[in-house]
Every structure is written in structure tokens, then in C-alpha cells.
């Protein structure tokens, strides 16, 4: 098999550079293994357990993303980052004039959304805003029936901050009649907050946490999450936790489901926005200090290879925030070879690591197993009913093992097979001592076993392939050398066979043997030697390129050359030509007679008229110097006033001839009365004569 030269590399961790190759459907056993390359994720957990918490440098990442709050110019993001940084431990830069401009941002007249911004960023601060006369009103005129939750949600936050006493069954009263209206996830959220505030009876809206949590959506059977995304689903968690502990009750979310809402947190903890960062860190760090559920995250602590160099496993048993948990015991239930199934560690305790608290350990290597993947699952048995997702998780580790290659046998023989293959034995790291021959008539052959040093048996690699590269171009062409039923690799190339992939050039090729495995340690090149090789004379040679892999030249994009314009006699006959039906239009009018009595002499009238000659003469601009733009910007300026004035013009004539039509009638009417008078003055003067 060949592979395309214009392919680009790649790495792997533990492995060679090689290109990245589409492998042949075979029945070579190293190749069906090739799957187990997706599994060099680094400790990847596959249970429920959080797999991950808030590293140093996602701490850090997100303080960076807090940072530019401090500007002071924006009191909401001022709380973000005040909260932010309480969470994270971190020193409030400047925090005298930040408590300076929180203050002066809760002066008189300030609204009860501003009142909960500057207070509950001066609770975060440690620098509590004062409560005036005016703030004491503002806030107790915002309690009230027909209040939306959220605007419950900041009065009751400002008076708690502030010191304020608020009417707690008034409160309620307003805050179910809220609810009555919307009732959305969003909504129950701000009341759980407001509940949380409250000192008393609170159950009304205590029950309505289960309505709320019934709301989630389940995302991939790890994950649960409120439609809105992060800060939605952290501000209805964190509140139905705060009211619960207000309430002295456990709140109606199971175990299983407080793990799957952390690990959605964790699956957001790359948020770029203040206001996310600010909901996230509120939640996680409920989910580290409340009284009902702490998840448990359980991740490697070293890395996810093991040798004999590096041989223990290192697990860290952390809470979100990565803080200890305190003395646990942590066991490895087991562990398992992915290949086979074969279990090497069963209820195992792990000791605890000297100077790291949180970090415990276990010798792998101890145990002599072969190389590959390992799933190990780890549990923690602790007394603390709070502890949740610390049973049963599942954790990813490999075992790595040098190789060596032995029984190299390299040389050529003709394709015909009518006589002994030539072959020459050879020692890694060793080369050829000659240039190796071999023509149109021949076949060159490599013959290898790998095997691993731990276990000192013949083995199977991923990646076995044969490089052959031309001195003078570098053109590389890659090949997959297979093994058969006694595990010895196998490369046998044809030269008459592979003109194409040679592109028929004839020269001097190096030959060179990759051999890579994502559970080896010591992943080898070997140049083998070189080989010359001789194509047929009538075989087409491909062009000669530079195959190295460099900058390539700049690109420059060039734009399509205008077309050329006509002519200027073109172009004034196609004018005069155009101009022709408005001269024999003005020619037909004069002959006609054209009557312009009946025009309306009235101001719309007149700037309609001018209007369209205007649009004309502009049509005209446009043909002959004005660009596009500029015409739809004098377009529009002067249609809009043809419109309105041509609107105007069109309604007074139609109420002219509804006048005229009026009159008309009237006068119609008159004189159809006169007609029937006169009729009837007749018919009486007949009769009077008749008699």
C-alpha cells in the first residue's frame, strides 16, 4: 500500500512522526487494533463522577476574565468580578476605590436594581453599603403585588444587604401571585432566591423546587441542564440549595442528579463572559459548601502512561474547586486490560501521597502487566453523607513497554520467485553496508519480528511501516509492512508493480522502518539503508518537484481586469438613440395640441413634477460620474419627498372630481325637477280645455 506524498504530518503522544494514513482493509490483527489509539485521551473518566474540577489554570483563566471589570465603569461587572474573586480567593485589586465607587453608585435616587448591584457587590467586597432613608423607600415601594420575580428577587436582595426589614408575608403574597403569571424555570429561580431571604414559613415556595428540577434536560445521560444554558441552570441550583438550608430540608434532588448537574458546570468552565463566570463559580462553590450533596471529583493526578520509569498510578479525590476533602479511603476496585479483560489490581487501598493532601497512589508495575489500556475504577469510602459521585469511577491509564527489533532479514529477490531470495541479516541500530540493488524484474523484501522486552515475547504495533524516500527530491512513499500467523512482519514491494506510486524515477532511495505504538515507550525510525532502483525504460517519469516540506510562496490574488469600454461613438449613438422616443414624444404633444389648463396649480403638484424630473436627471448623474452609493443616498432623499407630494397631489384630485361629480348631480337633479313641472302644468292646462 502507498500513500500520497502531498499527505501532512502528524504526532502522537509516545509515537513517531508518521502521516496520517487510511489503513487497508486486512486481516492484520495490528490494524483492527487500531482503535485503541482513541483511548490515549488523558484520564478520561467514563462513570457518572465528575471527571474534572477547577485546575489552577482554570482559576486563573477565569480571573483574567474578570480583570477588566476593575476599569469601574460598569457596576454589574464591578459584581461579577467582586463575587468572582471572593470565590477564587483572590485579592480585590484597588479594593478602597472599588468600595468608593460601589458606594457612590447607591446614593439617592438610585434604582432598586442599581441598590441590588452596589449592595451585594459591597457584601462581596467586605465593605456593606449604608442604607439612606430614600433606599429604605425605593426598596419597600418595589414589594409589592403585580411585581415580576426578578424585580422581587433584587428588592429582596437589597433589603437583606442593606439591613431592611421587609414584611415576609407580604413577600410571599407578591411572590406567589408572581409566579401565577410565570412561572418559567427562570422565574422559580428568582423566587428560591428570594424564599432563601426570608425568615419563616417558606414552604410555598420550597415545594416548588421539584417542579423546577423536573425541568431539566438530560444531556448525553451525564449531564442535566436548564433550557438557557449556564446561567439559568446555576442560579435555579444555587437558590433551591440556599432555600433548602434555609428551610432546614433536604432539597428533592437526588444524588445521581447533583452529580449530573456538576458535571454540566464542569463541561462549562471555559466561559468567556463575566456574567457566566460569575454564575458558575456561585454554583460550584454551593456544590463545595452546602449540607445535602458535595460531589466528588475523581481524576489522574500523574500521567496516563505507566513504565517502569514512572510506575505508580496517582489518583486525586478533590471536590469542584480541587480542595481536599480530608482523610479518605480510597480503593481501587479494580483494573482492567481493555484487550482482554484481564484484571490486575482487585480492592486495592491506595496510600495516601506525602505533601499532597487529596492525592493517593498504587504500584501498577509491581503487578508486571503487559502493555496496553487499563479502565480502572475507583471508589471512596468515607462517613461524610454529603460526599456524592465518589463510587465507581472510572479512570483510564496504559502500561508502556520498550520493544526491540529482531530477526531483520532485508535483500531482493525476482518477481518471478524462480530462484532464493538474497537477503542479508542485520542488527538495530545498524544500516546496509552497500546500496541494496533491484530492478523492474526484482522484489524488495524486509523480514522483522517485534518483540517486548517485559514479557520477552513476539508482539504486534499499530504503526509498522516502511519508508522508502528519493535522495535528490525527497518524495516519500509509505508502505504498511503486515505480519502473518507467527508474528513476523512482512514487507515485499514489487518494483515493476509500483511504477506509479515511484512516479517511474529512477536514483537512489533511502529505506527507512517506523515502528510506533501508543502503549510503547521507545518508538523507533531505523534507517535501514539505501536501495537503487531501476523502472522500466518505457515507464513515464513524473516532472521533478521538491517534496520538502517548507513555506510555500505568497499567494497574490489579483482581480479581474475591467472589461474594456466602447467606444465614445458608440457610446453617443446608443444616447441619441435612447433620446429618440422623448423627442417624438414632445413632437406628437406639440402637433396634438397639448392642453395644460387642467393643471392643478398647487404646491404638491409642482414638487411631485420636479421630483420625477429630478429622479430623471439623477438616473442620468448616475449613467455618467456618480457611483452606486452616492446615487441610492440622493435616491432616497429625493423620492421619499416625490412620494409624499405625488401622494398629496393624487388625493386632491380625486377630491376635486368628487366635487365636480356632486355639483353635477345637483344640477341634474334641478333640472329633471323643472322638466316634471313643466310636464304637470301642461297635463292641467289639457284638462282645463278638455272640459
Given at each position: ?16 512522526p508518521?502521516?496520517?494514513?487510511t ?43 474578570l ?48 441598590l ?34 426578578l ?17 415576609v408575608a407580604?413577600?410571599?403574597r ?89 458535571n ?55 471536590d ?61 469510602v ?22 526491540d ?8 529477490a ?15 541500530p545498524?544500516?546496509l ?51 502473518d ?81 466602447p ?11 435612447c ?33 420625477l ?28 419627498v ?50
Open positions: 500500500m502507498t500513500v500520497p506524498e502531498a499527505e501532512p504530518s502528524f504526532y502522537i503522544q509516545g509515537l513517531c508518521v502521516r496520517l494514513l489503513l487497508p482493509s486486512t486481516g492484520n490483527r495490528s490494524m483492527r487494533r487500531g482503535a485503541l489509539v482513541i483511548l490515549a485521551l488523558l484520564g478520561v473518566s467514563s462513570a457518572l463522577s465528575p471527571s474534572t474540577y477547577l485546575t489552577p489554570a482554570d482559576k486563573e483563566r477565569l480571573k483574567l476574565v480583570d477588566p471589570a476593575w476599569s469601574l465603569s460598569d457596576l454589574a461587572q464591578v459584581l461579577y468580578a467582586s463575587a468572582g474573586y471572593k470565590h477564587l480567593g483572590q485579592p480585590i485589586p484597588n479594593e478602597q476605590g472599588v468600595c468608593n465607587f460601589v458606594k457612590s453608585s447607591a446614593g439617592d435616587g438610585a434604582t432598586v436594581e442599581t441590588f448591584l452596589a449592595s451585594s457587590a459591597g457584601k462581596a467586597l467586605g465593605c456593606p453599603v449604608a442604607a439612606t432613608a430614600a433606599s429604605k423607600q425605593a426598596v419597600s415601594d418595589a414589594i409589592r403585588e403585580g411585581a415580576s420575580p424585580e422581587l428577587f433584587h428588592a429582596v436582595t437589597a433589603a437583606t444587604n442593606l439591613g431592611v426589614e421587609v414584611d407580604k413577600v410571599l407578591a411572590t406567589q401571585m408572581a409566579l401565577k403569571k410565570d412561572d418559567s424555570v427562570l422565574s422559580l429561580g428568582y423566587a428560591f432566591h428570594v424564599g432563601s431571604q426570608l425568615r419563616g414559613e417558606v414552604s410555598s415556595i420550597f415545594e416548588r423546587i421539584e417542579d423546577a428540577i423536573v425541568q431539566a434536560d438530560e444531556v448525553d445521560g451525564r449531564m442535566l441542564q436548564f433550557e438557557g444554558g449556564l446561567s439559568i441552570t446555576a442560579l435555579v441550583l444555587s437558590g433551591a440549595y440556599k432555600l433548602a438550608e434555609n428551610s432546614n430540608k433536604a432539597p428533592p434532588i437526588k444524588p445521581d442528579q447533583a452529580v449530573k448537574f456538576a454540566y458546570l464542569m463541561s462549562r468552565k471555559s466561559v468567556q463572559v463575566p456574567k457566566g463566570v460569575y454564575y458558575l463559580l456561585e454554583a460550584v462553590s454551593m456544590f463545595t459548601s452546602n449540607r445535602f450533596h458535595i460531589p466528588v471529583a475523581i481524576t489522574l493526578a500523574s500521567n496516563v502512561a505507566v513504565s517502569a520509569d514512572a510506575p505508580r498510578v496517582q489518583v486525586r479525590v478533590t469542584l474547586k480541587g480542595s481536599s476533602l480530608g482523610s479518605l479511603r480510597v480503593v481501587a476496585d479494580s483494573a482492567t486490560r481493555d484487550s482482554d479483560e484481564v484484571v490486575i489490581v482487585s480492592k486495592e487501598e491506595l496510600s495516601p501521597l506525602a505533601g499532597q493532601d487529596g492525592v493517593y497512589e498504587f504500584d501498577v508495575m509491581s503487578r508486571q502487566p503487559e502493555r496496553g489500556f487499563y479502565r480502572l475504577v475507583v471508589s471512596t468515607t462517613s461524610d453523607s454529603r460526599l456524592v459521585g465518589h463510587m465507581a469511577a472510572q479512570l483510564t491509564f496504559k502500561v508502556l513497554t520498550a520493544i527489533i529482531q530477526g531483520v532479514e532485508v535483500g531482493t525476482d518477481s518471478d520467485r524462480s530462484t532464493a531470495p538474497s537477503l542479508q541479516k542485520l542488527t538495530y545498524n544500516k553496508p552497500s546500496e541494496l540493488l533491484a530492478d523492474q524484474h526484482q522484489r524488495v523484501l524486509l523480514r522483522f519480528i517485534v518483540r517486548d522486552l517485559a514479557s520477552g515475547r513476539s508482539t504486534e504495533v499499530h504503526q509498522a511501516f516502511v519508508k522508502i524516500t528519493h535522495i535528490e527530491s525527497k518524495r516519500e512513499i509509505i508502505f504498511v509492512a503486515e505480519t500467523s507467527n508474528d513476523v512482519y512482512k514487507f515485499d514491494m514489487d518494483v515493476s508493480n509500483n511504477v506509479k506510486e515511484f512516479g517511474g524515477v529512477s536514483g537512489s532511495y533511502s529505506m527507512e522502518l517506523i515502528i510506533g505504538d501508543a502503549s510503547i515507550s521507545n518508538p523507533t525510525l531505523w534507517h535501514i539503508g539505501d536501495v537503487s532502483l531501476s523502472f522500466p525504460e518505457g515507464s513515464v517519469s513524473s516532472p521533478s518537484q521538491d517534496y520538502t516540506y517548507k513555506a510555500r510562496p505568497e499567494i497574490q490574488h489579483e482581480f479581474r481586469k475591467p472589461d474594456p469600454r467606444s465614445t461613438l458608440v457610446s453617443l449613438t446608443f444616447t441619441i438613440l433620446l429618440v422616443p422623448l423627442l417624438l414624444l414632445l413632437a406628437m404633444w406639440a402637433k396634438l395640441g397639448v392642453n395644460l389648463a387642467n393643471f392643478p396649480l398647487s404646491l404638491s403638484s409642482v414638487v411631485f413634477h420636479v421630483g424630473a429630478a429622479i430623471l436627471g439623477l438616473f442620468c448623474l448616475f449613467w455618467l460620474q456618480l457611483d452606486m452609493f452616492t446615487t441610492l443616498r440622493y435616491l432616497f432623499m429625493v423620492g421619499v416625490t412620494f409624499f407630494s405625488g401622494n398629496s397631489m393624487l388625493s386632491n384630485i380625486a377630491a376635486n372630481r368628487k366635487d365636480m361629480m356632486s355639483n353635477s348631480s345637483i344640477t341634474n337633479r334641478k333640472q329633471s325637477s323643472s322638466l316634471i313641472d313643466m310636464q304637470i302644468d301642461k297635463d292641467r292646462k289639457k284638462s282645463v280645455s278638455i272640459a
